[in-house]
């Protein structure tokens, strides 16, 4: 349980959120030419780091808004939260 | 013409806390991100939508609540005609907003169940279900959130000083409204 700071409404707790998985996956920009294990890659390899990590978030009991977090997954410290289409705040 | 049954049949009382279904309330989401979608609302109704997150705008008539950045939920402040369920306020809208490609105009009337609580154990009943902190919203006329209450999603506004109006789909209502019975009784 811990608290989450939405970009458009503010702080709630975290029951109201989902996780969505990995942020800034870019999908190739010619899927046809890519071999089925470089697609592979793109689709289903994600990195699972214990550590700093780049996640997309969906506010859904609230605005049902997605947007980005940067969080440590080894202690759940949220160390940024930026909205869809912004660049990442720290590296 | 449009038979009108209530969600829930009773109207429930405790020491400081009375539960009762509003309706028939219209009840209208609006949709939209331009600022022409902004204004021409305005124009239309006499009644600005909140920009500021979980705020709310009242009129006469109207009362808009902020949901997210590009939503809202319109809502009469004062009970409707039982005998029709056409809007002259949708259709305004429908001819300014949704025919000029500006937003999108939903009937949702039916699909939400208002609930009215007055009295000032209404927090202390919310903080038995909901995991969020009610401490600056109850002193705030006005504002509004998007929540849980008892696993539900639930549309809260503040409408006055120990007046709550909740907002709840209704095919959860009879149960998010036994909850608040058998929760409050327990107070």
């Given at each position: ?30 899927p046809t030419e890519l071999?089925?294990d ?5 689709l289903f390899?994600?990195k699972n ?9 969906v ?14 997954t080894?202690?759940?410290?949220i160390?940024?939260?930026y909205?869809m289409?912004?660049?990442p705040?720290?590296k | ?8 049949t ?5 020491s400081g806390?009375?539960m009762?279904?509003i309706?028939?309330?219209m009840k209208l989401?609006?949709r939209?991100?331009k600022?022409?979608?902004l204004?021409?609302?305005g124009?239309?109704?006499n009644?600005l939508?909140p920009?500021?997150a979980?705020t709310?705008t009242r009129?006469?008539k109207l ?23 056409n ?5 305004l809208?429908t ?7 500006l937003g999108?105009?939903?009937d949702?009337?039916?699909?939400f169940v208002?609930i009215?609580l ?13 995991p969020?902190n009610f401490n ?8 509004v ?6 696993k539900?999603?639930?549309?809260i ?11 709840v789909?209704?095919s959860?209502?009879?149960?998010l409204?036994s ?9």
């Amino acid at each position: 349980m811990f608290i989450i700071n939405c970009p458009y409404c503010g702080e709630r707790e975290q029951s109201e959120f989902k996780a969505g998985g990995e942020a800034h996956i870019v999908r190739p920009k010619q899927p046809t030419e890519l071999s089925d294990d470089e697609w592979a890659e793109y689709l289903f390899m994600r990195k699972n780091i214990k550590g700093i990590q780049f996640e997309r978030w969906v506010h859904t009991h609230g605005c049902r808004k997605w947007f980005n977090m940067i969080r440590d997954t080894s202690n759940d410290e949220i160390k940024a939260v930026y909205k869809m289409g912004d660049k990442p705040p720290i590296k | 013409m449009l038979n009108y049954i209530n969600a829930i049949t009773e109207e429930k009382s405790y020491s400081g806390l009375q539960m009762k279904e509003i309706k028939p309330v219209m009840k209208l989401i609006v949709r939209g991100k331009k600022r022409e979608f902004l204004s021409a609302i305005g124009k239309s109704l006499n009644l600005l939508l909140p920009t500021e997150a979980n705020t709310s705008t009242r009129s006469e008539k109207l009362t808009a609540l902020w949901l997210s950045p590009d939503e809202w939920i319109i809502y009469s402040n004062k009970i409707s005609d039982t005998d029709n369920n056409n809007y002259e306020i949708e259709n305004l809208l429908t001819k300014n907003i949704t025919k000029t490609n500006l937003g999108a105009i939903t009937d949702v009337t039916d699909q939400f169940v208002l609930i009215n609580l007055k009295g000032d154990k209404i927090f202390d009943l919310f903080q038995t279900g909901s995991p969020f902190n009610f401490n600056n919203f109850r002193n705030k006329k006005g504002s509004v959130i998007q929540t849980i209450l008892a696993k539900i999603d639930v549309i809260i506004h503040n409408e006055n000083q120990n007046e709550i109006n909740l907002f709840v789909r209704r095919s959860f209502s009879h149960h998010l409204f036994s909850w608040m019975n058998d929760s409050a009784s327990r107070l």
